[in-house]
């Protein structure tokens, strides 16, 4: 990517790069506390130049585009709901990211709860009653919105920072909300 | 500690016994002390509400009622929560089994997870003979057709549907016993298979073709007029062609005969009238000396 690109930049698949090529002796892999420390010093440069609730959308925002092309290039959208989710799980579970299970599913009005356990983002973090998951909120918005069409709306109800042991999400269209 | 702090320290002991009873009536405290006995006081307040919170959604738990949700910011019941959890995800699993979908794959819950599994395995293996079952018995092992039972259920259930016009062909395979008399049985089944695959071919997908003899296949074509019904066998004409272009040690030939049924309740004089056709088919054939002819019949 040249400097001139970057001003215009364009997140694509292909920018995560061939780390079989660049990594052949470290792998393709890191610790948890790696990403950890990516986020959360980001959200704090982010909270301290632009205020926490700019900081909290940038993320959510961040994390939208990644499911985005996550769902585009990792997904076959082609699966009926439960071979999606399934697969999802799949993925989630082998990218070590988290364990995703469905504990409500109304398939008429898309009405989704789903729960993520040992969340790559936010499980083990201190107690602090608050939810941190914006960035899947984002994530688990934009997988939705390239399987069903529909932009959804995604809310963390309760979280590991929280105080809850499992992530749980609520998720349904954008419209169905505003009616 | 003054009398004042002495009461409220006897009083608030009193309110964690009856706690650990498993009474969880709050105390009407007698009055405040120094902030240190106030703020224990808060603390011990704030526990018992939390243990009756918590002793309230392990019963509901308990009962199975997981449509109550567990109380929020309540970390006495973390464990529950994780079990109220995967109980949840464990119903919306069992209901998508109910309506069929047996990749469903339980982790995380010990030994329950390796029988529920091995469950799911025993009922996907017995949906596979169960296929398996049906498979067999409404289709022809030998061209992988649907057999005649098959076509006569079609046929009754077609003949209530809204799918009119409907044609139906009757086809005879020509020379099938010369075949076999002359390069024996096993190339005469291979005819047969290679008559069905043109037959096949010639056809759309939901269309109904089946074998109901020895060298009898019957074709029902839904929502078929008698001009599209002569397509089909045109198709079937170069099909047949094409394959006797191709082979010399034996010919294909198809006696074809079609009658089509405007409306319903008249499709079994249909299928009478395409059998009639089908054999003035066929003697016009052995007549003009076609490829295949039955010299034998």
Known sequence: MTKEERTAYHFKWEDLGDIALGRPNLGDTTKVAVYRLMQYTLRDVLATRYGQETAC???REAGKLAGTEFCKNSLNTELDFNGFIAELQDQLRMLNVGILRVEKANLENLELVM???EDLDCSGLPVFDETVCEYDEGFIAGVLQVYTGKEFHVREVDCWASGERTCRFDARPVEERSL | MNEQERCLLRELTEQLARAVRGNFTEIALSGSGGPEVDALADMIAKLVGEMKEAQEFIAALSLGRLDVDPPRRNHLISSFKQLH???????????QIAAGDLNQRVDFLGEFSVAF???IASLREK???????????NHDPLTDLYNRSYFTEEMERIERGRRFPVSIMLADLDGLKRVNDTLGHAVGDRLIQQAAQVIRQAVRGDDVVARIGGDEFAIILPGTDTATANEVRNRI???????????DSYLI???????TAEQGGSLTEALRNADKKMYEDKFAR???GGPGRKEDE
């Open chain 2, 286 to 288: 052995k007549q003009a």
């Open chain 2, 85 to 95: 959890s995967n109980l949840r995800h464990l119903t919306w699993q069992t209901q």
């Open chain 2, 127 to 137: 949906r596979l003979a169960e296929d398996r079952l049906r498979y067999v018995s």
């Open chain 2, 117 to 119: 599994n091995s469950l």
């Open chain 1, 115 to 117: 729960t993520v356990a």
């Open chain 1, 57 to 59: 959308d940038i993320l």
């Open chain 2, 253 to 259: 030939g198809i006696s074809i005969g079609i009658d």
């Open chain 2, 237 to 247: 004409r170069k099909g047949e062609e094409l394959f006797n272009l191709e082979n």
